[in-house]
């Protein structure tokens, strides 16, 4: 009994560092491979770097319950972030509905000048960043009327893109409604407020200098029409309700941030209040496309291809690609916690990384590295 005893408590094996850089090595490559070369989505690569992962962990002599266990413990870390991103689908849906978002873009189209033309683009970038949540959208959407205006400005193409990217990848950086800020805050086990609380620290003052060398670099900007602008925000007004009162949402939000609600609900009682007074403004809107909404997203029809691209957007379905790439990334990182892979590496990289300017160093080299391999 003894034997049988000691047989079923053996130790687990033991993955050296350099085993351990082999590994993941070669998961980079999976990963790496099919996303930069056959540009395909990183779901399927990362649930084939899972399997591939627990089948060798099985093979090297780990229990099928360990690494089970492993799964659980990685997949535990994202309950949180999954709601999260169920929830800032419902608000954008819920946002666009009710007037929320539209209001900001107009009022944001509003401080467009033409003389301060890279200025105003990047301020508008940032609140529609703010607001949507999404860099990427802001960049192909209203980027590209901007751009446009920009070549009538006789302005540098690559200037006017990196006046749109930056200010919308800052705007997105600092929104409660972005899926990896909330990501970052709920993988780091803090608040959302207090994420970007930290976050303001660093993009205010890069923030502040972007917007000076800006205003300097496009003084000598031509005086054109900005019809196509005006044009986004007739149909901004033909298409949405375009009020004060629509921007109740976000100040609710911000309350509910003073007081420290935690994102969940606070996500989840400003998509309530959108949809109150969405229903408010139009009363004969029947719960059926209310909960479509909620469920399948908003759908525009103004007439005007980049605002319905801009602004059909959200809901749940429109979540369920992100949740499937947080599954199975934290799957595959509660493996290499189990099998102590990444320990194995932070123990010897803890004999090179002794002061703080070298961790933040090999942080953000370690970051870039990670970003060119599988984007």
Request: net charge positive.
């Amino acid at each position: 009994m003894k034997t049988i005893n000691k047989s079923k408590n053996s130790p687990e094996p033991v993955i050296g560092f350099s085993e351990s850089l082999l590994i993941l090595g070669v998961i980079l490559c999976i990963l790496s491979y099919p996303i930069i070369f056959k540009h395909q989505e990183p779901q399927a690569p990362l649930f084939i770097s899972f399997v591939l992962l627990a089948v060798y962990g099985r093979i090297r002599g780990f229990k099928w319950d360990t690494i089970m266990n492993g799964m659980r413990h990685g997949l535990r870390a994202g309950v949180d972030p999954l709601v999260i991103f169920l929830s800032i689908g419902v608000l954008i849906a819920t946002w666009i509905f009710s007037g929320t978002i539209p209001t900001i873009m107009y009022f944001g189209f509003e401080i467009i000048s033409v003389k301060f033309f890279l200025p105003t683009v990047f301020i508008v970038c940032t609140l529609v960043g703010i607001a949507c949540g999404s860099s990427f959208t802001t960049v192909s959407t209203m980027g590209i009327a901007f751009i446009g205006i920009g070549a009538t400005l006789k302005i540098n193409p690559g200037l006017a893109a990196g006046v749109i990217v930056s200010g919308a990848f800052c705007g997105s950086n600092i929104s409660p409604l972005s899926g990896t800020t909330n990501l970052a805050a709920s993988v780091g086990e803090i608040s959302i407020y207090k994420h970007i609380k930290s976050l303001l620290t660093t993009d205010i003052p890069a923030w502040a200098i972007c917007l000076i060398l800006y205003t300097f670099l496009g003084l000598n900007s031509k005086n054109v029409s900005l019809g196509a602008v005006h044009q986004m925000m007739a149909g901004l007004q033909n298409g949405f309700w375009i009020s004060g009162w629509a921007l109740l949402p976000v100040l609710l939000l911000i309350v509910l941030a003073i007081f420290q609600v935690p994102a969940i609900p606070s996500l989840g009682l400003g998509s309530l209040f959108a949809v109150v007074l969405g229903w408010i403004h139009a009363p004969k809107t029947s719960l059926t496309t209310i909960t479509n909404t909620i469920m399948t997203g908003y759908v525009s029809h103004t007439g005007d291809k980049t605002i319905d691209t801009l602004l059909s957007k959200g809901g749940i379905s429109s979540m369920l690609t992100s949740l499937a790439l947080i599954i199975f990334a934290l799957a595959l990182g509660g493996l290499l916690i189990k099998f102590n892979i990444i320990s194995a590496i932070i123990n010897h990289l803890t004999g090179i990384v002794k002061t703080p300017g070298r961790l933040a160093f090999s942080t953000a080299l370690t970051c870039i590295g990670v970003n060119l391999l599988v984007g």
